[in-house]
């Protein structure tokens, strides 16, 4: 349990490596105890670090799992967060109809007054409100949330808030309450090391956190404090797969000369495990995966490579530069 919350903090940090490194450790351990809560809540984190590196479908896989070994769905989302979590990972990945239609069978309003234990699941309405262009609208949820969280001081819950109320700014076309709300959230994440926080908001974020920057350097802002370093550190955590090397895609894949189609994250996870003395059942245990699905990444990969065996496989990726 410790394992995996020592992995929660290195990832809001954006430590990924040493976050997969201990959440490998803690899954492993977690799966030993008749109490699955800590399991779940493992494999959701790991979700949301294959999310971060582009590896949708790993994320998929990671909070399906965390979804069938949770409390029943019906529990309050501060005992149970995996279904809030799934709902905003799918948003995330693009998919509002099934987020959308989550906060309505959950029975969530924009004009719901705050409450603690449903904050997850109000958060991710904000988001689909954000996502539907009425922003108005997550904008008065959110302030109402802000609100309770600063009075009982869950600083977490106020930078996330903020960060969020910033975004509803800037859809409103309010840009300088916008940059002053992300400055102070970023004010709060700073001291923390956190980064997550913020870049796990995707592009319409990214594209503010760009505006805050120009803004400060010309003097236009009325923020200061922000180390430059941490404001870059913040930039590149918005970048796909900092561990991978070479030129990407705009999907997120990278490109390697010779190749008719780029290997995936997953793919290229597969296939360093490939180079290794380890077999295919313990590379999928590895990988939280089952043997079919890495039959199914290893065919691609031989696909991709034009090879058909995996000593191949390791030897074509070693000349072209992909281990």
């Not at 976050?19 to 790991?46: D, K, M, S, V, Y």
């Not at 913040?234 to 000369?257: S, W």
């Amino acid at each position: 349990i410790a394992l995996v919350g020592m992995a929660e903090v290195a990832y809001q940090r954006g430590e990924l490596s040493d976050a997969q490194e201990r959440l490998h450790e803690g899954i492993g351990l977690c799966r030993r105890l008749a109490f699955t809560q800590p399991l779940a809540n493992g494999l959701a984190l790991l979700a949301w670090i294959r999310h971060a590196q582009g590896d949708a479908a790993g994320a998929l896989e990671a909070i399906a799992e965390a979804a069938r070994v949770a409390p029943d769905p019906e529990v309050t989302s501060l005992l149970n967060p995996v279904p809030a979590q799934r709902a905003r990972l799918l948003l995330a990945q693009g998919d509002l109809t099934a987020a959308a239609a989550w906060t309505r069978q959950r029975g969530l309003g924009a004009d719901d007054p705050p409450s603690y234990p449903r904050e997850p699941e109000h958060l991710v309405l904000a988001r689909v409100l954000l996502a539907q262009d009425r922003p108005d609208q997550a904008l008065g949820l959110l302030e109402r949330l802000h609100a309770a969280a600063r009075e009982q001081g869950r600083l977490g819950s106020v930078i996330e808030l903020q960060a969020l109320q910033a975004l509803a700014l800037a859809a409103s076309g309010e840009e300088a309450g916008a940059l002053a709300a992300l400055a102070g959230a970023l004010a709060l994440a700073y001291p923390e090391g956190s980064l997550r926080v913020v870049a796990d908001e995707g592009a319409p974020m990214a594209a503010l956190l760009g505006r805050l920057v120009a803004a400060q350097r010309t003097g236009e802002a009325a923020v200061s404090g922000l180390p430059i370093a941490y404001l870059g550190r913040l930039a590149r955590a918005f970048a796909q797969d900092p561990a991978a090397t070479g030129p990407r895609d705009q999907a997120g894949t990278v490109i390697v000369a010779g190749l008719v189609e780029p290997l995936s994250h997953r793919e290229l996870e597969v296939l360093r495990l490939l180079d290794s003395d380890l077999t295919g059942p313990e590379i999928a245990r590895q990988l939280y995966v089952t043997l079919n699905t890495l039959r199914t990444h290893t065919k691609r990969i031989f696909t991709k490579l034009d090879v058909t065996t995996r000593a191949a496989a390791v030897r074509r990726a070693h000349e072209r530069g992909l281990l």
